[in-house]
């Protein structure tokens, strides 16, 4: 199990997450499923700079597996040009664990390059369904030097 790092947390410590956003993101995951999904979520700045969540990009699991996912090379490429055209970030990468929950495991700890931007998990495990809602969980973390800190997900309109 991963636990969250003992170090000054980078920040931010909570973020806002548009509920079409997080809708989006459930519903790629439970598409996707028995695999586990991927995407990047575009942000007008990065998360610890106020930056804000703008849109979903869906991108394909070159990995094709429900144990592990990597955003395919293209997919990569194609949203971060995109993004850096337009003056964006990428704000966080998105991916599922189709029977564990919304933490990082020590994979996804080791592959995580992106230290400015969130990584955001959605759990298909029952065990971790939201119980107001029943559903996907969905949680949010920063990935720093092997470091994991986690970062509230408030709703937004």
Do not use: K
């Not at 995407?39 to 979903?56: E, K, M, N, T």
């Not at 394909?60 to 337009?86: G, M, Q, T, W």
């Amino acid at each position: 199990m991963v636990s969250e790092a003992a170090g000054l947390h980078p920040g931010p410590a909570a973020v806002a997450l548009p509920a079409a956003l997080r809708e989006a993101l459930v519903a790629h995951a439970q598409a996707e499923y028995p695999n586990e999904a991927c995407g990047l979520i575009v942000g007008s700045g990065l998360p610890a700079a106020d930056g804000r969540a703008l849109r979903f990009e869906p991108t394909r699991n070159r990995a094709a597996s429900p144990l592990r996912y990597e955003i395919h090379p293209d997919d990569l490429l194609r949203v971060s040009l995109a993004a850096d055209d337009a003056g964006e970030e990428i704000w966080a990468i998105v991916h599922s664990h189709v029977r564990s929950p919304a933490r990082p495991s020590p994979t996804d700890i080791g592959l995580a390059f992106y230290p400015e931007a969130l990584y955001i998990l959605v759990s298909l495990a029952d065990s971790e369904a939201d119980p107001a809602s029943g559903l996907p969980g969905v949680r949010a973390w920063r990935i720093v030097e092997g470091q994991v800190f986690e970062v509230g997900l408030g709703a937004e309109a």
